[in-house]
């Protein structure tokens, strides 16, 4: 599965911006999907997690209430909508796949087999 995500950019606290990640390879809707992202000198961290049937969602909880998470299994694309932007949320974000044989998710990092590029995310006050 190769992932390319995009939708980032500058944006004033408040803002919304929708970030996608477009998956080709494998069948897209057998892997459960995730988004992490990495501020500048810190780790990367979970934001966000979905089922491969998107029934499932989990989100961190400093996003909880300001982002969704979704899937559009038939264009092979992953979304994350970002409301509200805070500048703490400012990051490189990167979506990522994981097999799985049932309605899974995973916020764990290590779990996750194939990751996207990454997309910078700036939001200023």
């Known amino acids: 599965v190769q992932l390319v995500e995009s939708g980032g950019g500058l944006v004033q606290a408040g803002g919304s911006l929708r970030l996608s990640c477009a998956a080709s390879?494998?069948?897209?809707?057998?892997?459960?999907m995730g988004w992490f992202r990495q501020a500048p000198g810190k780790e990367r961290a979970f934001v966000a997690a979905?089922?491969?049937?998107?029934?499932?969602?989990y989100l961190a909880h400093s996003v909880k209430g300001r982002f969704t998470i979704s899937r559009d299994n038939a264009k092979n694309t992953g979304y994350l909508q970002m409301n509200s932007l805070k500048p703490e949320d400012t990051a490189v974000y990167h979506c990522?796949?994981?097999?799985?044989?049932?309605?899974?998710?995973?916020?764990?990092?290590?779990?996750?087999?194939?990751w996207g590029q990454g997309t910078q995310v700036t939001v200023s006050s």
């Open positions: 990522a796949a994981v097999y799985t044989l049932g309605d899974s998710y995973s916020r764990w990092e290590y779990e996750y087999d194939y």
């Open positions: 390879g494998r069948a897209f809707r057998s892997y459960a």
């Open positions: 979905i089922t491969w049937s998107g029934n499932n969602t």
